[in-house]
């Protein structure tokens, strides 16, 4: 008998040690595609948005916004925590807690590439960030541990709203793009266009890490987020 509790011991604790890993590559992409998209100059996509507003308007040098994000992560789960605290999970400081300093190796390995300054490899650059952030969110919302701070904010407007996660990922984004822009934060193409189609790329992202990834190791959990 006890040595089939440690056995199950033993699979719950590999289990959550996998989740674990794959979260913190769905962190660590979110991180680069921040700074992607910050270094690009094209405009931040509209989280980031409000993290480069915050920034600007606190009188803060750019290398400071990985420690800018921080600070408005913690913020946004203390809201969350008085609102609904359902949503916040290990996960959720899984996330928040390596993400600054994600966003500074990323900023860092930006510039180590050294690409040029022209307007072909900033395009170019906002899409891989883009694509970095909507696939890293994807998949820290299918490992199902936890939600980022922002996500959170998001399923407590779908369930006071009783919506689909997409619309309530838009009007989400739409106000962070307005806080942040007042702000002080840079807006641009990368913007407007993030915001239209952050919430079905991230949808489309996490169910297909889901289906191609998590059922074939078989840890997948039912997801957090109901489409």
Known sequence: MMSTVNTLKEKSLKVLLINILIALVGVALVGFGIAFNSAAMLGNDAVALLYDGVRSASGLPQSELGMTTNVVNYAIIILSLL???????????????????FVGIGSKFYEYMNLPNVLEWRILSSVCGSLMLFTGLGIFIAINIGLDPFTSLAMILKDKMKSQYR??????????????????????AVTVIAALIGGPCIQFASELFKKSVLMKIKIGKKNILQY
């Open 83 to 101: 609102i609904n605290r359902k949503y916040i999970n290990i996960g959720t400081f899984i996330y928040t807690i390596p993400m600054g300093t």
């Open 167 to 188: 619309t309530a990922k838009v009007i989400c984004d739409v106000t962070s793009l307005i806080i942040g822009f007042i702000l002080g934060g840079k807006a641009g």
